[in-house]
């Protein structure tokens, strides 16, 4: 692939994390649906957040997770977010330049509060998330650095960007600039909640401007409507030129062209937070491709992120990936 300045750069949600473990109960109260994401108000996440036990805060939002991923792996990664002027803003601009990511998006003055996420575990490791977006949502035009997705190698988009009115328009912007450029378009389905509202213009952004697709089993079943996971394989080959399938504990499987590649999942001794499982598997695999591995090993570096990063609380890795690439 051609050297520029950027492995990757992604284009996404600056949300804060607030991660606390949680029973089955409270989730059956609260009538939420284990493992899914669904968007919130700000009263509503205060509520929620009262009724939260102890917390572990950090930064997060899909895509910067990968970004994080890609540099923990000595990638070249940067990231294009909308925060506030506030306190949640200063601590993800910190955090995500302390990784090693790029990031220069200019706070605003004049915007909803930096974006945040709830997120509640369960004994079995399990996260379901609820996410008032606040900034993040309100990410447009203005925001799409063009220089910056013109000296990138690859572009990653997120699925949750398809929601808000602004970020889906930046979103297409910044696949239309990558496109001009020469830089190849990576996105995310996110979650079915994303999938079922927007399955026609995934579908449309899928099969005209995207170069690689990442979703989980879940995810794809949805996007195409069918029970049949073969089937569903079949159709996302003809409609992309490299998918990548997350299934848990049976690996990933990669489709392109004719061909079919089962990635085994990478051992851990115990799940304890499946929070940016797949946001990692994206960077290793997008760190992978960037940097001229066959597919076979971008899939396997993908499986040793994910499961670094399910291995603790939080979303993003405690350990160099680097390391355990090596």
């Known amino acids: 692939m051609t050297d520029k300045l950027f492995d990757v750069v992604g284009v996404g949600s600056a949300i804060v994390d607030v991660i606390a473990r949680c029973d089955d109960a409270l ?21 929620l957040y009262t009724r939260m036990g102890p917390g ?17 792996f000595g990638g070249r990664a940067a990231f294009i977010g909308k925060v506030a002027d506030d306190q949640l803003g200063a601590i993800f601009a910190h955090d995500i330049r302390s990784v090693g990511v790029h990031f220069d998006t200019r706070p605003a003055t004049d915007a909803s509060p930096t974006g945040r996420c709830l997120i509640l575990v369960t004994p079995d490791g399990e996260r379901t998330m609820n996410t008032y977006l606040g900034a993040a949502a309100e990410l447009g035009l203005s925001e799409i650095n ?3 997705i013109a000296e990138s190698k690859l572009l990653y988009l997120e699925g949750y960007s398809f929601d808000p009115p602004l970020a889906r328009a930046a979103f297409f912007e910044a696949a239309g600039l990558a496109k001009a450029a020469g830089t190849k378009v990576a996105v995310s389905l996110s979650d079915p909640f994303c999938v079922e509202r927007h399955r026609d213009a995934f ?9 690689l697709v990442f979703a989980n089993e879940r995810e794809l079943l949805s996007l195409y409507e069918t029970d049949d996971f073969e089937a569903a394989c079949d159709r996302l080959r003809k409609a992309v030129g490299v998918g990548a399938v997350t299934r848990s504990a049976k690996g990933s499987r990669i489709v392109a062209g004719a061909e079919t590649i089962e990635v085994a999942a990478a051992p851990v001794a115990s799940v304890v937070d499946t929070t940016g499982a797949g946001d990692l598997y994206a960077a290793g695999f997008l760190f992978g491709y960037a940097t001229g591995r066959d597919l076979a090993a971008c899939g396997r570096l993908g499986s040793i992120a994910a499961a670094e990063v399910i291995s603790h609380i939080g979303p993003r890795p405690l350990t160099p990936l680097s390391r355990l690439m090596a």
């Open 56 to 72: 572990v805060e950090t930064s997060g939002g899909s895509v910067s997770n990968t970004c994080a991923g890609v540099a923990s």
């Open 203 to 211: 579908l449309d952004f899928i099969e005209t401007r995207a170069d």
């Open 146 to 148: 063009g220089e910056r």
């Open 27 to 47: 989730l059956a109260e609260l009538c939420m649906d284990k493992g899914s994401m669904r968007l919130i108000g700000a009263d509503d996440a205060e509520a």
